[in-house]
């Protein structure tokens, strides 16, 4: 499918006035949209929520749109748990989905009465000690399966080679641990494939799930109150790509529960979600200006964002589709390299793309950073981390975090014997 850019050279211009590039845009109708399909894909559950996956998108203006559309926050550490508490999200409304936690972090959203997702068996002493024995009523215990994680002939990923979650006999033992401490319900939680784009990947992980709910519901008499399916619904990156259709997904877990769990009479268990990526990717783009062209054994265009406004490419080589801003219609002609300024080769946002004639001054979008964008971020180079900028519905739009400034950067050194100018 043709992706098309959100925004319009005409609307980029206007922003661009205020708000110098590079910067990271948000659609808010999109945002609110999709969180309500995924709501109306699993409406047959009638427990479902969805812990948006901070990490992916950790501004607390973003948070707060997601809230009101009934997401709750999916935290893994103190600054996320702060970011939560910050925009009102407390309580069950918190997954604290976190691995080799510090005591501090476990402290604060055992304050703020988060779901606690122990990532290991060894946990549960962590907890029991932090808490004095007064243990949650409710934990969720991340799995891990082992082995392979296969759809039909395709292995999807090595859970054996994750260091997430726990085995099934730890599960067991730890669900014990808890029940003579006081826990009363049990959440699982497993997260087994990234960025999948088939309808499949959710509805086999819950029938997994589903599964091993009995297994310890058989082992332990422990009440299972939650399945938590993670994240790793994906998003097609690549105009060619196929989308997942979210209503097929609830319908294939919804399937698999009637099938499994039902009979068993498990049919009080709630479905969450830890999803960043297939709520806010699509919905944010990278918007850069060209400031150079060079010719050499290839053509570069440099622009003034860099891998350390969008770090994916650099660090796994992925494709971000590149809108020109007012060339949306114009050939394919030209084969550029497309670069940031780092002094690292891998600083290329596509390499060898057809992509209309480029000109000093053009508007560039790259698509598909709303999630693990602006949030993977980082210093390199000296480089500062970039604005974002929310487009409302109505088209109008709001700075939701300023560009870093110089000051921002030698901030750390405050105190200390060095001055340094702006
Ligand atoms: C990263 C992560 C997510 C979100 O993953 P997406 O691929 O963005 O959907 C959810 N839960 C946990 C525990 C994670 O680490």
């Not at 103190?78 to 918190?94: F, Q």
């Not at 891990?144 to 033992?173: C, H, W």
């Not at 946002?349 to 999630?371: C, W």
Request: glycine share 8%; aromatic share 10%; net charge negative.
């Amino acid at each position: 499918m043709k992706k098309t850019s959100f925004l319009t050279l005409e609307k980029a211009r206007q922003i661009i006035r205020e708000i110098p590039t590079p910067f990271h845009i948000y659609d808010e109708a999109g945002i609110r949209q999709r969180a309500r399909d995924l709501k109306a894909a699993f409406c047959w559950n009638p427990g479902f929520k969805e812990y948006f996956a901070v990490k992916a998108t950790p501004n607390p203006y973003i948070l707060q749109i997601l809230k009101e559309e009934g997401c709750g926050c999916d935290c893994a550490s103190y600054t996320e748990l702060l970011l939560a508490e910050a925009v009102g999200v407390t309580g069950h409304e918190i997954m604290f989905s976190s691995n080799v936690t510090p005591e501090e972090d476990m402290r604060k959203a055992l304050e703020l009465g988060a779901y606690i997702n122990l990532d290991d068996a060894t946990h549960v002493e962590f907890l029991e000690r932090i808490t004095h024995g007064k243990v949650p009523e409710t934990v969720c215990l991340r799995y891990n399966p082992g082995g392979s994680f296969s759809l039909g002939n395709t292995i999807m990923d090595m859970p054996r080679d994750a260091k997430y979650g726990m085995t099934e006999d730890q599960m067991a033992g730890a669900i014990n641990r808890l029940m003579a401490l006081g826990t009363k319900h049990f959440g699982i939680h497993a997260f087994l494939a990234s960025n999948t784009t088939t309808n499949e990947y959710y509805p086999q992980l819950a029938a997994n799930l589903f599964r091993l709910a009995i297994r310890l519901r058989n082992a332990t008499g422990a009440h299972i109150s939650f399945i938590n399916l993670s994240g790793g619904v994906g998003v097609d990156y690549r105009p060619e790509q196929p989308c997942c259709d979210i209503m097929a997904i609830g319908a294939g877990v919804q399937r698999e529960y009637n099938n499994i769990l039902v009979p068993q009479g498990m049919d009080d268990i709630a479905i969450y979600t830890e999803l960043g990526r297939f709520m806010l990717a699509p919905f944010g783009h990278l918007v850069s200006t060209v400031l150079h062209q060079k010719h050499i054994y290839r053509e570069y265009i440099g622009l003034d964002a860099c891998a350390a406004n969008l770090m994916r490419p650099a660090m796994y080589g992925s494709y971000h589709h590149i809108t020109v801003l007012g060339k949306e219609d114009a050939i394919l002609d030209h084969v550029y390299d497309v670069t940031g300024g780092l002094c690292e080769n891998n600083d290329k946002f596509a390499i060898e793309r057809s992509l209309p004639e480029i000109e000093v001054g053009d508007i560039l979008v790259l698509h598909d950073t709303g999630a693990h964008g602006f949030s993977m971020g980082y210093n390199y180079n000296g480089k500062l981390r970039s604005a974002e900028v929310l487009l409302k519905p109505d088209g109008s739009f709001q700075l939701i975090r300023r560009a870093e400034t110089p000051r921002d950067y030698f901030a750390t050194f405050d105190g200390t014997e060095f001055h340094f100018s702006d």
